[in-house]
């Protein structure tokens, strides 16, 4: 009532009365009118031709507004015709007209001709002579202390409206004000509802499949569903992070969409990847944002894009495009639909990639462990087969399936002095490696090197044991020592003979005797004594790995052994130049060995020293007494030898570098160590700061009881 009071002068006259009835009446049924509906459109449409009537005017307009200022809603009427899809095209009158100066100073105001008013936005209906308006009146609309919008009411006649007018549309304003924000809040909360249902029925669809190409496909159809747009193309960030790749797209040309590539920044989808934020561009001829690059390559017209960023964990990956809204422009949520969606595709897309490349890695090892040349068995820790890969079942001899059904036991090659019990020494995380013997199903027996681990599948840890088949190096072995037996047999007795032989020829030479044949004499003898010493080596290493013990113990001084291996190589080293440095004191503790056998050992060191340095080089020995032991070590000035080998040229037949340098069997220091060992050292090799190699080995120092033990093995 009280903004009746507005325009009721007081005390009220006979013809005021019936004003104030029938304004009584004008807001009874206003208010009635409007409580009756929610839907901001038909709100406004009831306001606007209510007030219309009430003061007759030709035509009305209100436009609502948003928080900040902007038009988001209106309602346009001409005569009795309602005109749709006004908003944009109030959009100027509200900036630059009369809507605009009301809402700026919130004060409604009468214009009795607007040929005369500079705050009426003239357009070229307005002239004098043309129907279009000549007298206005405009009220703002607000409720709850807020500002939400303007109506206007124009007549093509000046003069139309009177002071009683204004204030009437004013009264009208502010009764359809509430109105008209619960409307417009209703509407807010039914856009962000349908915002909502469109992007939870995307994440449903969109997060249904893990397969890549499929969920490129579902965002695209949802976008295009939520949307209603005639084409959806979806680009993703290349590793390079400089090009967009377009990887799907729908509509007429989307086959020659895929693959192009976009610079980062040129564009609408280069800008949005680059800037972050997603855009609408209503109108792509007025915007310099757009390169008409792809339409001319496409024979495409794009008239209006949405375009939204694809993030995924905080990062830009992709941009999502919708071109061509179906119903002429986009709707003003098509941007946060696009943008919601654009969020659910980058975890989507992100899920699908680490899916396939999970797949990809799983295929990968599956080829990896199906195709190993070893055989590979997966087993619980109780030793049931779990898997087993193509190799294993032909080693075993076993189809898969039914090797599924054996425990490892069943196989024979689990050697629980290495594995423990009950496998316990694998839970170290540690390979554990060793030889055994595999039963296949046959019967036969395959040498097999076996290395065992711990390995996890899916959280659970399994065991893992590949088999590698070693028959062949067995046999190679085997072959090596036959035939080193064959010749050791029979190269001994007819050695002995030559021996003796060489020796009574030598007793027999005069001492006068022709030089010459007292030098081939001696040529003779060192090179069978060195045949001697090889075939004796061979003999102690057959006996050495029978177990069997050194029996010819005896003390001896380090410096004596040293010289007459010094001599036994002197000639060797005389031909290369090279000068033989025995540094090993004379003053030290015995030892107790078996002469000949390390005279043997520092021989096969020599000539090795002898044969990897270069002439005109130097080779040297020393000693060292420790409170037990004596080391003593050979070192020369060759090569050396890398660290990850120092532990293998030990072994037997291993050769660094057998196609090129000295040649040899690879038997020398696999022969000394088994010596060294035997006599309860330790035989090593070292790099020396000056280069080359130092090989080191201890022997025991006599002790007094040494002479009455037997020896250690
Ligand atoms: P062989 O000398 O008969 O080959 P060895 O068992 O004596 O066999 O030596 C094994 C391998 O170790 C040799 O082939 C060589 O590659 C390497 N080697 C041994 N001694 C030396 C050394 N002093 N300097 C460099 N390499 C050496």
Sequence with gaps: MSILRKFLPDPPQNNEIKITRASLELMYNISRELAAALDLRTVLNRVLFLSMKNVGASSGSIIVLDSSGQPIESALAIGERIQEQTTQQLRATFERGLAGWVFRHNQAVLIPDTSRDERWLRRPDDEVDRTGPKSAVSAPISARDQLIGVMTLVHSKPGTFTQEHLALVQAIADQAGVAVLNARLYAESQRQARVMTALAESAATITATLKLDDVLLRILEQISQALRVAVVSLALLDPSGKELVFRASTGPKSQDIIGLRIPIGQGVAGWVAREGRGIIVPDTSKDTRFYPGVDQLL????????????????????????????????????????????????????????????????????????????????????????????????????????????????????????????????????????????????????????????????????????????????????????????????????????????????????????????????????????????????????RMEADQPISNQAEATPAQIVAEAIEAVSIMAENKNQAVVNR???????????VDMIRRVIINLLENAIKYTPAESEICLGAEAQEDSVTIWVQDRGPGIPPEDRERIFEKFIRLHPEEGPKGLGLGLAFCRLAIEKHG????????????????FTLPIASKTDENRTTSS
């Design 681 to 696: 050292g330790k035989i090593w090799v070292e790099s020396p700061e000056e280069g080359g190699s130092c090989f080191k």
């Design 584 to 594: 090993v004191p004379l003053e030290m503790p015995e030892v107790w060995v078996d």
């Design 299 to 542: 024979g495409y017209e794009t008239r209006a894009i949405a375009c939204a960023p694809i993030r995924s964990r905080g990062q830009i990956i992709g941009v999502l495009e919708a071109l061509n809204p179906l119903e002429g422009s986009f709707d003003p949520d098509a941007l946060l639909v696009l943008t919601g969606i654009g969020s659910l595709a980058g975890t989507a897309i992100r899920h699908a990639q680490l899916f396939e490349r999970l797949q990809a890695a799983h295929q990968r090892y599956r080829e990896l462990f199906e195709d190993s040349i070893d055989s590979i068995l997966i087993t619980d820790w109780e030793g049931h087969i779990l898997e087993a890969n193509r190799q294993a079942a032909l080693l075993i001899g076993v189809h898969t399936d039914k090797l599924l059904q054996m425990t490892i036991d069943h196989l024979n090659f689990v050697d629980k002095n290495t594995v423990g019990p009950r496998y316990a020494n694998l839970s170290m995380g540690e390979t554990l490696s060793y030889e055994a013997t595999l039963q296949t199903h046959s019967g036969t027996q395959v040498p097999v090197q076996v290395y065992a681990r711990e390995v996890n599948i899916e959280g659970v840890p399994h065991l893992q044991w590949i088999l590698r088949d070693i028959s062949e190096r067995k046999n190679l072995d085997n072959m090596r020592n036959d035939l080193l037996s064959m010749i050791y047999h029979d190269l001994r007795s007819p050695l002995a003979n030559v021996v003796s032989s060489l020796d009574v020829l030598e007793t027999l030479m005069a001492e006068d005797a022709d030089p010459t044949k007292k030098s081939l004499l001696n040529i003779a003898i060192r090179s069978t004594e060195r045949i001697q010493r090889l075939t004796n080596n061979l003999l102690d290493m057959r």
